[in-house]
C-alpha cells in the first residue's frame, strides 16, 4: 500500500500542473500508465489560446468566440474566468521555463479556426512538446512528487470497497485508487486524501484517431463505475485534418496550417469549403470536419487535400518544421505537393462533471484536462483552448484540493485486491478482436455524422459486447489490455446513450433524423 496526500492520475499538463502547485502544500503521487512523457500533450501542435495584446484583441472577443463554437451550451462563467486568466497562464509557464516562439515585439501569435484574431501561443508546432518536457523536468525535481511509470489506474476506492452502502451519490467518498504496477503485475492500493482524475481523453474508441494510445477514457470509465456525474459525452470533436498516408498513423496536421494560408482542395483541385460556410477553411472544426465527410461521400473519395503549396516554402518549414519533417519521412515534401487528410476523432468535450474548482460529485476526487466536463467547451471546443482549460481548471483544483486535505485522514481499511478464481486465459485474441470491433461500430454509426437507425444499431452490437467483456473480466487475471477495453466500452456506451438522448443537433452533435436545415 503507498500513502499520499494526492493521487493525481494521469502525467499530462493537466496532472502535471496540479502536482507542481499542490506539492507545495503536501506531497503527491502521480500514476502513469506508459512512460510519464506519453501523452496527448506531448503532440499537441498548434498551441495555447490567449489574449496576450490589448491593443489588437480584446478578452471579449476570447469569449465571444468559445460561446460561439460551443453553440449555446458553455457555462459562461466558467469560460470568463479561464479566458481573464489566460495571459497569467502562459506567463507563469514562461517563469517555468517554456520557450515560446517569438517575433520582434513579443510573442508570435498564430491563428486557427473560429478565432476572430490571432492569439495562438505556440512553441513553433510542437507546442505540447515543449510544454510536457519542461512540467516534467520541474515534477521530477520536486521533492514532493513521486511518479510511477508503467502504473495503470484500474479503479477508484470507494465505500464500495469497505463493504459500506451509502444512499446517495453525493456521499461516496474517494479513498484513492487500486493501481496495477504493470513491470511487476502486482495491483497496488494507492490511498490518498484527495484523487485527481487527470486521465485524458478517449480517442481510442473511434478507429480512426490523432490521440496517442494511451487514450482510452480509463479516468471517465472509473468515475462512471463509482457512480460520478458524466456530462456532455455526445459531443466528440473530430479534427478536420490527420494525414492518410500508408503507415502515418492519423498524424495531426495542424489547424495552424490553414491559419497560416492553407486551403483545403477536393480530389478535383476545387476549394470546397466556400460552399460551405463564409469563414472557408477557418470555420470552426465542426463545419470542416461534417465539408470534408460531405466531400468524400459525395465524390466517392478516400480524402481530401490540404494545399500550402502556394505559401512561401521557407516560411511554412521555418514555422512547421515537425509537420514538414513527419510528411517528408513518408515521401511527401508539402512544399511541392498536397497533403491527403482526412477527419479523425481528437477531442472529446465531455467528461466527469466537475464545478469551477474542479470539484466532482464524488467527495474527496477532483478531475481536470480532457477527463473533465468542466463547462468551458460547451457543444463544441475553439481549437486551442483544451491546454488552456487544462492549465486553468488544474490550478483552481489545486487550490481547492490543498485548503480541503488536511481535514482527510488516509483510509487505510482497503482490502487487498483479490485474484482469487481467476485465470490466465488462452484467449487473449478475443480482446484484440472486440476492440477492433468496438472502434469499428463508433466509427461507423457513432461518428461524424449520426441518424437514429445507427446510433440504435450501435447499441444493440455493443450491449452484446459489453456482457462477452463482463464475463471475461470477471474471471480472468488483472491485464491492461483487458481493462482498457472494458473502460472503452463504457466510453462508447456512455456516447451513445447520451447521443440518442440529445434530440437536436447542436455543435458537435448531427443526427441526419434531427433539424438539418440549420447546418449548412
Ligand atoms: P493527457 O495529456 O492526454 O494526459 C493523460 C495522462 O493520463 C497520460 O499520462 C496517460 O498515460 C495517463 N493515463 C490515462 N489513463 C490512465 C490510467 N488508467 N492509469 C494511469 N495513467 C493513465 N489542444 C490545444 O489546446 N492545443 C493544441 O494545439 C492541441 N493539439 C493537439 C494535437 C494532438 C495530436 C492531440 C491528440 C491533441 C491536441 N490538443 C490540443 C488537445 C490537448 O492536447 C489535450 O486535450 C490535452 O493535452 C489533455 O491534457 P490532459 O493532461 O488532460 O491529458
Ligand atoms: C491543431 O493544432 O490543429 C490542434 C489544436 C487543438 O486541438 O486545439
Not at 503485475?185 to 478507429?207: M, N
Not at 482490502?415 to 484484440?432: Q, V
Not at 444493440?460 to 459486447?465: D, E, F, I, K, V
Not at 433539424?515 to 449548412?520: E, G
Amino acid at each position: 500500500m503507498y500513502k499520499s496526500d494526492f493521487l493525481v492520475i494521469g502525467s499530462g499538463l493537466a496532472g502535471l500542473f496540479f502536482s507542481l502547485k499542490a506539492a507545495e502544500s503536501g506531497k503527491v503521487i502521480i500514476v502513469t500508465k506508459d512512460k510519464m512523457m506519453e501523452s496527448s500533450t506531448r503532440y499537441a501542435q498548434g498551441g495555447i489560446a490567449s489574449v496576450m495584446n490589448l491593443d489588437t484583441d480584446s478578452f471579449e472577443n476570447h469569449i465571444s468566440d468559445t460561446l460561439v463554437a460551443g453553440d449555446g451550451l458553455c457555462n459562461r462563467e466558467a469560460v470568463e474566468l479561464m479566458v481573464r486568466d489566460a495571459p497569467n497562464l502562459i506567463n507563469e509557464l514562461i517563469s517555468f521555463g517554456v520557450q515560446f516562439t517569438k517575433k520582434e515585439n513579443g510573442l508570435d501569435l498564430g491563428r486557427e479556426g473560429g478565432h476572430s484574431n490571432n492569439r495562438i501561443v505556440h512553441a513553433v508546432d510542437a507546442t505540447g512538446f515543449e510544454v510536457e518536457s519542461v512540467m516534467l523536468r520541474k515534477a521530477k525535481e520536486h521533492p514532493n512528487i513521486t511518479i510511477l511509470e508503467h502504473h495503470f489506474a484500474m479503479d477508484l476506492l470507494t465505500e464500495h470497497h469497505l463493504g459500506r452502502k451509502v444512499s446517495k451519490s453525493s456521499e461516496t467518498q474517494c479513498f484513492g485508487a487500486y493501481v496495477y504496477d504493470k513491470k511487476k503485475s502486482e495491483v497496488r492500493r494507492v490511498v490518498s486524501k484527495v484523487t485527481i482524475l487527470a486521465s485524458g481523453g478517449i480517442g481510442h474508441v473511434y478507429q480512426y484517431t490523432t490521440n496517442p494510445k494511451v487514450a482510452t477514457g480509463d479516468g471517465i470509465a472509473m468515475a462512471y463505475r463509482a457512480k460520478a456525474k458524466i456530462s456532455n459525452m455526445e459531443f466528440v470533436q473530430f479534427h478536420p485534418t490527420s494525414l492518410t498516408l500508408e503507415g502515418a498513423n492519423s498524424f495531426l496536421i495542424s489547424e495552424a496550417l490553414r491559419g497560416f494560408g492553407g486551403i483545403l482542395r477536393n480530389s478535383a483541385g476545387e476549394p470546397f469549403m466556400e460552399e460551405y460556410d463564409d469563414r472557408k477553411d477557418l470555420a470552426p472544426r465542426d463545419i470542416v470536419a461534417r465539408a470534408i465527410d460531405d466531400q468524400l461521400k459525395k465524390r466517392g473519395d478516400k480524402s481530401v487535400y490540404l494545399d500550402v503549396t502556394h505559401l512561401d516554402s521557407a516560411s511554412v518549414k521555418k514555422e512547421f518544421p515537425t509537420i514538414y519533417e513527419k510528411c517528408l519521412s513518408f515521401g511527401l515534401d508539402i512544399t511541392k505537393n498536397q497533403i491527403p487528410v482526412v477527419p479523425a476523432a481528437h477531442y472529446l468535450c465531455g467528461g466527469v462533471e466537475t464545478d469551477l474548482h474542479g470539484k466532482t460529485s464524488i467527495q474527496r476526487l477532483f478531475a481536470c484536462g480532457e477527463a473533465a466536463c468542466t463547462g468551458v467547451h460547451g457543444a463544441n471546443r475553439l481549437a486551442s483552448n483544451s491546454l488552456l482549460e487544462a492549465l486553468y481548471f488544474a490550478k483552481k483544483a489545486s487550490e481547492k484540493a490543498s485548503e480541503e486535505f488536511s481535514g482527510y485522514r488516509n483510509e487505510v481499511n482497503i482490502p487487498a485486491w483479490d485474484e482469487s478464481n481467476t485465470f490466465n486465459t488462452k484467449e487473449w485474441i478475443l480482446i484484440s478482436h472486440n476492440r477492433n470491433e468496438l472502434k469499428q461500430i463508433m466509427w461507423n454509426y457513432v461518428g461524424i455524422v449520426r441518424s437514429n437507425l445507427r446510433l440504435e444499431r450501435a447499441l444493440r452490437r455493443l450491449t452484446l459486447l459489453h456482457e462477452e467483456i463482463e464475463e471475461f473480466y470477471e474471471r480472468t487475471s488483472v491485464s491492461v489490455p483487458l481493462c482498457e477495453l472494458r473502460n472503452l466500452t463504457s466510453v462508447a456506451y456512455l456516447i451513445i446513450q447520451f447521443a440518442m438522448n440529445r434530440t437536436e443537433n447542436r455543435g458537435l452533435h448531427y443526427n441526419l433524423d434531427h433539424d438539418t436545415s440549420k447546418v449548412w
